[in-house]
């Protein structure tokens, strides 16, 4: 469902993504971990038609995300880190504008828009102003956005920011349900015991570069470890920033 061959992304000289390929199959929570300025968030915007790669292709459900992006966008839905609104609707009329947006019958649009309302109880302050919702409001509402038209795509970047404990139980289950039902679901975070709960893969980037990808058997193999994520991912994130300040004092 997510095809990413040799991608590379330069900013100006410096490589921010180098040599990327990752594939994610149709209903598998993919998980991407990294160091803050892996290239976590550069990789996701180039898989949303964002950004644009220096080189290699990205397909999305068989599109490629650059020649072919109006019909891999209409399978793609995103909730970037920073929920964004439109503050001078309310949550209603924003539902409403994002299922337009999709193209969705307008006859179906208030009742998925309710069922919306319903999955992340939303009812308390859906039909107020957004300008005046707290950063959780928005996060509910953003991911209710993600989910009005029913995308087969889901990618996510830190998704439990500012979210109280219950609401993350909530997100929990819906991410498990979603996957289930066959959505392909890419989620970055930095929270690793809920991407060790949740993910059916996990790939850990650094640098740029991809260290590793599998289950959690085949990264605690890789890594010689019998302990958690965070132990693999400390162990293998701090071996490559060794191996790149050995390359950096032979250059010197």
């Keep these: 469902m997510i095809n990413i061959q040799n991608v590379s992304k330069y900013y100006g000289n410096k490589l921010a993504v180098n040599d990327l390929s990752i594939t994610i199959a149709a209903g598998e929570l993919f998980a991407l971990l990294g160091p803050n300025g892996a290239g976590k968030t550069t990789t996701i915007k180039m898989m949303c038609g964002l950004l644009t790669p ?8 068989g599109y490629d995300i650059q020649k072919q992006g109006d019909q891999a966008r209409q399978l793609i839905s995103y909730v970037p880190d920073q929920p964004f609104l439109y503050e001078k609707l309310t949550g209603r009329e924003f539902l409403r504008l994002i299922a337009e947006l999709y193209g969705m019958e307008k006859n179906k649009i208030p009742e998925r828009i309710q069922e919306m309302i319903e999955l992340f109880r939303l009812s308390e302050f859906v039909d107020n102003l957004t300008e005046k919702y707290s950063h959780g409001m928005r996060q509910r509402t953003v991911f209710a956005a993600a989910l009005v038209h029913e995308p087969k795509i889901l990618i996510v970047d830190e998704p439990t920011v500012g979210l109280d404990p219950r609401s993350i139980k909530l997100l929990k289950d819906l991410l498990r349900n979603l996957a289930q039902d066959g959505t392909t679901i890419c989620l970055s975070t930095h929270s690793l015991d809920i991407a060790q709960e949740l993910a059916d893969r ?21 890594a010689s470890s019998d302990g958690n994520l965070e132990d693999i991912f400390l162990k293998l994130t701090e071996e490559e920033t060794e191996e790149n300040s050995d390359k950096q004092e032979a250059t010197i």
């Design 54 to 61: 220096s080189s290699g292709t990205i397909q999305m459900g």
């Design 202 to 222: 996990i790939g850990i980037i650094d640098h740029g570069r991809l260290l590793t990808i599998g289950t959690l058997a085949n990264l605690r193999e890789q």
